[in-house]
């Protein structure tokens, strides 16, 4: 605890991740977009441990998929143009036959009692349901994994913290296209004081001793 | 114009900063924040010109401002626990005898017409009526300077884009305590297709040729 | 149009609905809603009519339906009492065999190019992305038909307007269980300077003169 | 406790109120808006006494107060309509000498620890900082009195369940310049499950027994 102006305040990792007020959230693990990452091999595994130990303590454990739609017809402008400008990338993807570019990838399925929800820009609040299901469910914390780690990630972590949430980024579970920006915003959000730890650290917590 | 699936969409800063659509924002211009970015001495006549350049063309000047309140009794645990490590920070700051905090430096105070509205996050869509007046104004871009670059800069320019803004950050005014952040934030912005240009750049544009 | 401190302000009906910054929005036509409507009968063929009227004059179509889930695990205390006190009234419904209850009535069901979109609450904006598809369509006008008038109709119409949408309640397209709730909701909007008006009224307008 | 679904939800007005967890808001209580009430005589003293029993018990009492801004140039073409259809009953205000329009009337003035904040429209959650204040809190129910039943408490109340909190509309504490809106509303609110009680009742639960 972190004595602040004459109170006490949850600081330390255990003090955060309680099971009981956290959830997990895997972001954008798309085979359009998860497969891409640099470090995809590294974090796919750690990805797959930490989100069976989330199920076996009572941790949520959130999806969020990319909604889709037409570009002529469904998507402003600003979002149009971003679209265009990211470009052929997506022409470069390997999707194994009879998957879609917007399933999420095989060896990280969601699973009975996971929540998977529909999202149109790089941060889970906005214009999703995300909040309401955090609230209703009593959370308190977010721990964060998936792709892209300066974009939805970063993005659902501000915007998490800026909603009051404690905001938990698992390095070793995130991942994106560019390492330099990768590296760029783990630094950043640590120096902003997100907490930006590993989830092994996360498993030692949540492992009760035997 | 950017054609996207077979439709128009504006693309040139000419094409986006159309003055009659547009709104400059100034982020946290108050002592206790900005003479302390590195480059505080550079972005100030910067932020001074384009502000001026704006009110004179009809473009509306929004200020941010930091709301004051108690640590102990209005503020939860996870933005206490941040402030506290941001920590002595503060006290290095050089208040001007007579002035606040949270007051705007004199040199870029806000002029008749100009609104400046409270918030509590490094969002300025979080908790304020900012969309709100955005959108009462017909606004569809909005430019950005203050500080901090990687802060309160980003994180307005994220979810302004997000609900669908235009927007572009002014990379001669903004600035941050840390010249690595800044400079990181910026490669990010700019690499993630936000509009990263100069006030001058924004200058031209605004100043009908004679 | 309307003067207001020295401007002119939209005000006539044909000001406020033309179809270029339009959307019209069926709110919760599921079959374990609308049918139990008292006045279903006399609203569904007005629907049906103005929701071909919009598709024809380029309007886009919007349905709410209602998001399943389970109340054990995915509710929150609040809405399931809400949805417990409600109560048995599910047991009544009368849905046709191989249907569920939150499929769109056969009679009114989506059109190509219409968008559906989830909800939880009896409030179009809140928890989905309804206001971001209207921002990036340019929408300025929502016409609202569907059940409940009392409920998601003009919980929907009060955040609309909130957000700054003319928000138009089409008084023969709507219906509740309950007569009176109907009645009264429909004077309490037209009170509070809503616009209240027939479909019949809207048809004229976007039926050029030939 | 009520049983859904195989799991205990809070039912009882006792089991809702906890002072630890309740807010307490005070709606326009402003010069111009609720002196207009047609039975502001008999809830202004139940108003006051519920506030002090409030602060006795440790409820964080917020107020909302219109914010002022010129219709021309700050206002957009909604909202500037409504006003001005709602027109010239600003001008039957009484409004003692020396007071404005937008104070909070002396006799139910805020108390040292109270929060006032700024806001829009009849609805507390839009365009304001209420939400991220009650959610640092811990609040998860509110208790709402003030002026108009059928406006901004109706907008509150609906808003505030749809975002997950429980919602206590105090009966002998709302009024509205429109005697049937008032009672249409409280009638409306309580079909729909909100919990309408009188302040009685709360001051019953929130004082302990000797």
Redesign the interface.
Same mark, same amino acid.
Do not use: C, H
């Given at each position: 605890m @972190?004595e +602040?102006?004459?109170?006490k +305040?949850? &600081?330390a990792l255990e003090e955060i991740i309680d099971p009981t007020k956290s959830a997990l959230l895997l972001w954008d693990l798309e085979y359009a977009i998860a497969p891409n990452a640099f470090n995809y091999n590294e974090i796919a595994p750690k990805l797959k441990v930490i989100a069976d130990h989330a199920r076996e303590v009572g941790v949520p454990v959130f999806y969020s998929q990319q909604?889709h739609y037409? @570009?002529?017809? #469904?998507?402003?402008? !600003?979002?149009?143009? +971003?679209? %265009?400008?990211?470009g052929g990338g997506a022409g470069d993807m390997k999707i194994p036959a009879g998957k879609k570019g917007h399933d999420i990838v095989d060896e990280l399925a969601p699973q009975p009692?996971d !929540?998977v929800f #529909?999202k149109?820009?790089? &941060?889970g609040f906005?214009?999703? &349901?995300f909040? *309401?299901?955090l609230? #209703?469910?009593g959370i308190k914390t977010i721990l964060i994994g998936g792709v892209a780690t300066?974009?939805g990630v970063e993005?659902t972590a501000?915007?998490g913290? $800026? *909603?009051?949430?404690?905001t938990v980024v698992l390095k070793d579970c995130v991942g994106s296209r $560019?390492r330099e920006?990768h590296d760029? %915003?783990l630094? @950043?959000m640590a120096?902003?004081?997100f907490d930006v730890t590993t989830s092994d650290d996360v498993a030692r917590i949540w492992t009760p001793e035997s």
């Open positions: @972190l +602040v102006a004459g109170r +305040v949850p &600081d909604m037409d @570009l002529r017809t #469904q998507e402003g402008d !600003v979002w149009a143009r +971003v679209r %265009a400008k990211r009692g !929540v #529909q149109r820009r790089p &941060d906005i214009g999703t &349901d909040d *309401l299901m609230r #209703q469910r300066e974009g993005g501000r915007s913290r $800026n *909603l009051g949430y404690y $560019n920006f760029t %915003a630094k @950043l120096g902003a004081y």
